[in-house]
Every structure is written in C-alpha cells, then in structure tokens.
C-alpha cells in the first residue's frame, strides 16, 4: 500500500542527492542541472499532495513551476555561455569578482 | 501490490539516474541520466493520476529544457580544461552529511503528514486535460497570462546575453 509518505520522503531523498550536486560539482553547468533536480524533487511533493487533498492546485503549480525553470534555465545558460566567453573557464570556484 | 511494485521500480530507477547525474565526470552523462530520472517522474506523476502534467513533464522538461542543456555543453565542450574534476574530500563528506540532515527532517516532516492512510481514489476527471485548462483559464487566469511575460523577459534576456559582438552596432 504506496501512501503518501511514501512519495514525500522519495521526494526528499531527491532533493538531497540535488542538493548535495550542488554543494559538490563545481562545473557552471553541472549545479544548474541539479538544480533541475531539485525542481523535480518539488514537483513529486507537489503533485503527490494534490492526489492526497484531491485538489487539482498541486498540478497548477507544477505547471508554472516546469514554466519557471524553463524560463530560469534559458538566462542561467546564457550566463554560463558569456562566462565561458569571457573568463575562459566554468568552474565556479575561479568566479569570484563581479567585474574583472 | 502491482502498485508496490511499480512504484519501488521506478523509485530506485529515479534514484539511481539522480545519483549517476550528480557523480558523472562527463557532463553529457549527466544530462542522459536526468532525462531518465525526469521518464521515471512522470511515470510516477501518471501513477499519481495526474496525466497533463506527466505529460508537459516529457514535453517541456525533458524535450525542451535538457535538450537546451544538450545543446549549450556541445557548444562550450571543445575545450577539455573547462571542465574541472576535483572536489576535496571534506567538502564531498559536508555535503553528505548537508544531504543527510536535509533527508532526516523532511523525512520526519512527511511521516507526520497522514501516517498510514492511503491515497484516496481520484476522482474520474482528476488530473485530464480538461480540468487543468478549466481552471487554468478560470482561477489562475493572472498568473497565467503572467508567465507569457515571464517567457517574454526570458527570451529577450537570454538573446542580449549570449549575442556575439560583431552584431553590436
């Protein structure tokens, strides 16, 4: 018998794993994908309350949440784009000034 | 007990490509396994009973969003020492001990949440493209109409940032 605590605390477990990419890759583009998997992880919890309350709201948010991401993933990339052009590296301990 | 089943099948499958995304030394890796960690969400979304969404899962997230990450790792690939492999092992073991934490309180959080109870069965239209758009366009109607701005601000931030020079006048 699946419940709902079942899908919370897998929901969790991901947002550990991408929470844990992010603290330790250091490539630009590698901590913008695990913050796609922390969005996932939101998503999961989202979705499984909105069957447990029966209350569609849940798959409303996911809905502007896959919108968000895809709009925050298009200007993070871009960023990563210039930083490459400019700084000639992605890894994110090298970027530390505002202005070089 | 199929749903048992199922559910730890594709759970461990999730878990599994979430672990091989954040371990994989080859960023294209990553993205693959993210793709089948984002089909083994979805399928857990149709389980759920929430059909649109697993659906603008596959579509938005995994056809639109993975495939731009594709696109920009080919493009700034070409040159090997951009991408650094080294983590020092203090911070690798800080992580997972953040991890951990993270996992305990929100894992405590959600066995308080209905403790024993299993979902109720949805109701027939739950979940179909027809409720989500009729109250998309009914109760959510600003912030829908939000997001094409957002949409908006993205494109046109994205198109100033990674514009090469020579087309500056």
């Known amino acids: 018998m699946i419940t709902l605590t079942h899908y919370l605390i897998l929901s969790a477990l991901l947002l550990a794993i991408g929470l844990i990419g992010v603290i330790t890759r250091r490539n630009i583009l590698m901590i913008l994908l695990s913050i796609e998997l922390m969005f996932n992880a939101a998503n999961l919890s989202f979705v499984a309350f909105s069957r447990s309350w029966a209350n569609a709201t849940g798959q409303i948010m996911v809905f502007f949440i896959i919108t968000v991401a895809a709009a925050e993933v298009t200007v993070g990339l871009a960023i990563a784009i210039l930083l490459a052009r400019k700084l000639h590296t992605l890894n994110a301990d090298e970027i530390h000034s505002l202005k070089w | ?169």
């Not at chain 2, 995304?21 to 990553?30: A, F, G, K």
């Not at chain 2, 911070?91 to 109870?117: E, M």
């Not at chain 2, 949409?151 to 087309?167: C, H, M, Y």
């Open chain 2, 1 to 169: 007990m199929l749903e048992a089943i199922a559910f730890y099948t594709i759970g461990g499958l999730m878990l599994g490509a979430a672990v091989v995304v954040i371990t994989s030394r080859q960023p294209v890796y990553s993205v693959l396994s993210l793709l089948a960690a984002m089909f083994c969400l979805a399928m857990l979304f149709v389980m759920l009973g929430a059909y649109f969404v697993a659906a603008l899962q596959i579509l938005l997230y995994a056809g639109a969003v993975l495939v731009l990450f594709l696109f920009v790792i080919m493009l700034l690939n070409l040159r090997s020492e951009l991408i650094p492999h080294v983590t020092s092992t203090l911070r690798r073991a800080g992580s997972i001990i953040v991890g951990l934490l993270l996992c305990l309180q929100l894992g405590g959080l959600a066995i308080h949440a209905r403790i024993g109870q299993s979902l109720p069965d949805a109701a027939p239209g739950f979940g179909t493209v027809e409720e989500i758009g009729r109250l998309l366009f009914t109760t959510y109607l600003l912030p829908f109409e939000l997001t094409s701005f957002l949409i908006l601000a993205a494109i046109v931030g994205a198109i100033t940032l990674a514009r090469s020079k020579q087309t500056v006048r």
